[in-house]
């Protein structure tokens, strides 16, 4: 299959009830796994890949790998950029063969937000390229971004509805009291809040800062309208853990074929689980 928007795996999901996985990979190895993990379970999935990634690996060779990893696999596989605040990045993305993008100007004031936002569809839909944005901001670090407890807020429903009607996105993100990386107590989800933002429209809202989540919140996220559920921090220990485990069961080895394997192994068994978990499973 070639490459898909999220703009129809996301309808069908929010309108199924159940999520599909975004996972942010690291490089084709993890990337492969993604891919491989969801044709494995027949479910769609969303390759997701930060801005840093895509400076440190460039833009053509992160759209060569998905491509030919896709029209292997007979499942619907996007390409999303997460959390980019540079139109210049989003800009090349997109050239470079990109289906979807995520602008994030929630640190600006919302009509800041909603005028580079709306910016940003315009410039996407040209492609057939879908979009995602952010509202409120969403505490803890992803790559460069780090909002600390003070500065993360909730977004407002009346905000919301406000930016819905004015951007057309495909995929909505707003602030629900999750956060990015791992968290230090019991997340505190403002579900009513969710549940307020979902009755505005049927947009397929999106679910940040996956990692450490359980699966009762999962469950509820997704019946209140979540659709795109975020996995990157346990996507990063999958990655060190599943090469230190391997290191420090045969540390005379030095096979890094063996090693990519182990790492290989710890990555899929993560992403499976995600996949269970929010039900995208045999949904293609
Ligand atoms: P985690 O790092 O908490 O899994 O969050 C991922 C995310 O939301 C990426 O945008």
């Known amino acids: 299959m070639s490459l898909v928007s999220i703009t129809e795996m996301l309808i069908k999901a929010r309108e199924g009830k159940y999520a599909v996985g975004a996972f942010n990979i690291l490089d084709y190895n993890s990337m492969r796994v993604v891919v491989e993990t969801a044709r494995e379970l027949q479910a769609p999935v969303i390759v997701q890949t930060s801005e840093k990634t895509v400076l440190f690996w460039g833009f053509k060779p992160i759209v060569s790998w998905i491509k030919e990893l896709a029209e292997d696999a007979n499942v619907p596989v996007a390409i999303h950029l997460d959390h980019c605040k540079d139109l210049s990045i989003i800009k090349n993305c997109i050239d470079a063969g990109w ?62 509805k406000i930016f819905l009607e004015k951007v057309k996105v495909d995929c ?36 940040h800062g996956g990692t450490g989540l359980s699966e009762d919140v999962f469950k509820k996220c997704i019946a209140l309208g979540c659709s795109k559920i975020n996995i990157s921090t346990q996507l990063k220990y999958a ?37 269970m978990l929010f039900g995208s499973n045999q949904k293609v």
Do not use: C, W
């Not at 996407?124 to 944005?133: L, N, W």
């Not at 968290?183 to 049927?202: M, N, Q, T, V």
């Not at 074929?257 to 993560?270: D, E, G, M, V």
């Open 99 to 160: 289906s979807s993008v995520m602008i994030d100007a929630s640190s600006r004031p919302l009509e800041e937000n909603i005028a580079l936002s709306q910016q940003v569809v315009k410039m996407a839909k040209f492609h057939g390229i879908s979009v995602e944005a952010e509202l409120g901001e969403i505490g803890g670090i992803e790559e460069d971004i780090s909002i600390n407890e003070e500065n993360a807020h909730l977004a407002g429903v009346e905000q919301s």
């Open 239 to 275: 990655f060190i853990d599943g090469f230190l485990n391997y290191y420090k069961s045969k540390p005379t080895e030095y096979n890094p074929l063996t090693i990519l394997k182990a790492q290989y192994n710890a990555l899929k068994q993560a992403v499976a689980e995600n996949i």
């Open 172 to 207: 909505f993100a707003p602030a629900i009291g999750t956060a990015h990386g791992l968290y230090k107590g019991e997340p505190k989800i403002a579900f009513d809040r969710l549940k307020e933002i979902s009755l505005l429209s049927d947009t397929p809202l999106a679910l």
